[in-house]
């Protein structure tokens, strides 16, 4: 008699071919007009899995992905999952080269594009020398060396793949957002999916009546905060082309969507639109907010004006993440909440030792959901290691933060990003606050600058509301009389737009480096 000790759990590929088998008929993904029941989602996820397999591709192979949002993009996605491969989506943002890069880096066999994005890869794909002859496969266009991928899947078995799934294999690299030389690869295993799911349905709160729209980028980290626990329960994942206010008010009124995902930089344009008044957004019962902070004004105007359910998270994509409820909201203002169920978050100082609450520091975490490390970097993962006293593995984030008296945590600023002025540690975050709530602002960042004197000093940019008259001198002298004497602006510059990673997080580095450039 087999030990039961030995007998398989039970992965997302099995969850997945479940909910086909029990509820064919259910709508499983809806893009535009385009729409997939359960079963024809299950039966593509599998064709490309066995596809996959027929090639030889399986179980610790890397398996790229450059496509854009459509119907079809969470069956490649999921397929290869299906398959035993590790999927490595990869952004659409980024240039040509370092696409490249990345599909290097990675050791990728095989390369799924789509006529979106073909021009991104099409003049790499004679130097993607990992890549099988027979290993390039594109979406919706007829192109020299490039296999239609609708055509071989017709020609793929349907059955479930027979793959035994382990918990510590990989399933995706998540590329970080660097912003100079190559960035690092987030791995992340089955184990850590599979808390990454059931942790946001519990959470979230997702049944499978659940409608979840997706409003970013389906390669970013961000947007599987929706798509797996969506999926995970049975319930349907509508995906948005692209981000705009109109389509995503159109989308939320007409499909009735339950759950939705966006960043602060979206909330802020569509607490802008004209639209959104009229709009009947009733059937939103959560709206979360991830991958930079929320400004508190952004926070009460879109909870009075979008629906109460608004959850805000905070995490970093190496393993975190912590919430703040709606009913905590008003009373924690600023606050990113408490662990989510399955994580540790605890405060360290700059020697790694532990600091209770009510004191500032690093914050560090550990739970079922973070990585396995980054892909052929041993040296930078074990740069992110503190151990509790048990010798537990705990992940620096670079976050300063700390905890309130009453165990909620407060996000100061990226340590990379604190301005040290005259000595004196200023948090941009503080300052954006104070910006954030002039009339005439409708974003800011806030970032160090040199300084004879000071050595540091801060600077705000701004982009201002359109239609508006900003003026920045009047929101500097303005801002300059609420915040104290270190975190007084040097000036504020108007931008139109500032640099951002594929889930809109500003990349500051980007925004210093011509200040502090030297001849």
């Given at each position: ?125 004679d130097r993607m020398f990992g890549i099988r002859r027979n290993g390039f496969f ?333 003026d920045p001198d009047a929101i500097c002298d303005w801002t300059n009389e609420q ?37």
């Amino acid at each position: 008699m087999a030990d039961l000790l030995d007998a398989p759990a039970v992965y997302l590929p099995h969850v997945w071919a479940n909910h086909a088998r029990h509820f064919p008929d259910r709508e499983a993904i809806v893009c535009g007009d385009a729409r997939l029941s359960w079963g024809d989602f299950n039966t593509d996820m599998n064709r490309i899995a066995n596809g996959l397999n027929a090639l030889g591709v399986g179980q610790g192979d890397k398996v790229a992905v450059v496509m854009s949002n459509s119907v079809d993009m969470p069956a490649v996605l999921y397929g290869i999952i299906k398959a035993g491969a590790c999927v490595v989506p990869v952004s659409a943002m980024l240039s040509p080269e370092q696409i490249l890069g990345m599909i290097d880096d990675s050791g990728s066999q095989v390369l799924f594009a789509d006529a979106k994005t073909l021009d991104l890869v099409e003049p790499m794909r004679d130097r993607m020398f990992g890549i099988r002859r027979n290993g390039f496969f594109s979406l919706g266009i007829d192109a020299e060396g490039w296999r239609d991928l609708k055509s071989w899947m017709a020609e793929q078995q349907t059955a479930e793949p027979a793959i035994r799934y382990a918990l510590d294999d990989e399933v995706n690299i998540i590329y970080t957002s660097g912003t100079t030389g190559l960035p690092k690869g987030i791995v992340m295993t089955h184990a850590a999916r599979l808390h990454f799911a059931w942790s946001n349905v519990i959470e979230l709160q997702f049944s499978r009546q659940s409608r979840a729209l997706v409003t970013t980028a389906l390669y970013s980290n961000g947007t599987w905060l929706m798509a797996l626990p969506v999926l995970f329960v049975g319930g349907t994942l509508h995906i948005l082309e692209s981000f705009t206010p109109e389509a995503f008010l159109a989308t939320v009124e007409r499909e009735q969507i339950t759950h939705t995902f966006m960043v602060p930089t979206q909330y802020i344009v569509t607490l802008e639109h004209e639209g959104l008044d009229a709009t009947d957004l009733s059937s939103l019962q959560i709206m979360l907010s991830a991958g930079s902070p929320l400004r508190v004004d952004t926070k009460k105007e879109a909870m009075a004006r979008m629906g109460a359910g608004l959850i805000e998270l905070y995490g970093f994509s190496e393993g975190a993440a912590s919430m703040i409820k709606p009913e905590d909201a008003d009373r924690k203002w600023g606050s990113v909440g408490t662990p989510v169920v399955g994580f540790d978050i605890r405060i360290i100082d700059d020697d790694s030792n532990e600091l209770p609450f009510g004191e500032t520091g690093e914050i560090v975490s550990t739970g079922g959901g973070i990585m396995h490390g980054y892909h052929k970097r041993p040296d930078a993962t074990e740069e992110l290691i503190w151990l509790d006293e048990a010798g537990r593995t705990f992940l620096k984030s670079g976050d300063v933060g700390k905890f309130d008296e009453d165990g909620f945590l407060y996000i100061l600023d990226r340590k990379k990003d604190m301005i040290i002025s005259g000595g004196f540690n200023v948090f941009p975050a503080d300052i954006e606050e104070v910006v954030g709530q002039h009339p005439d602002v409708s974003d800011v960042t806030v970032i160090g600058i040199p300084h004879e004197k000071w050595g540091e000093t801060p600077l705000a940019l701004v982009i201002p509301k359109p239609g508006g008259t900003a003026d920045p001198d009047a929101i500097c002298d303005w801002t300059n009389e609420q915040v104290a004497k270190p975190q007084r602006l040097a000036a504020v510059e108007l931008r139109e737009d500032f640099p951002r990673n594929a889930l809109g997080k500003v990349l500051k580095r980007q925004l210093r480096e011509p200040y502090w450039e030297t001849d």
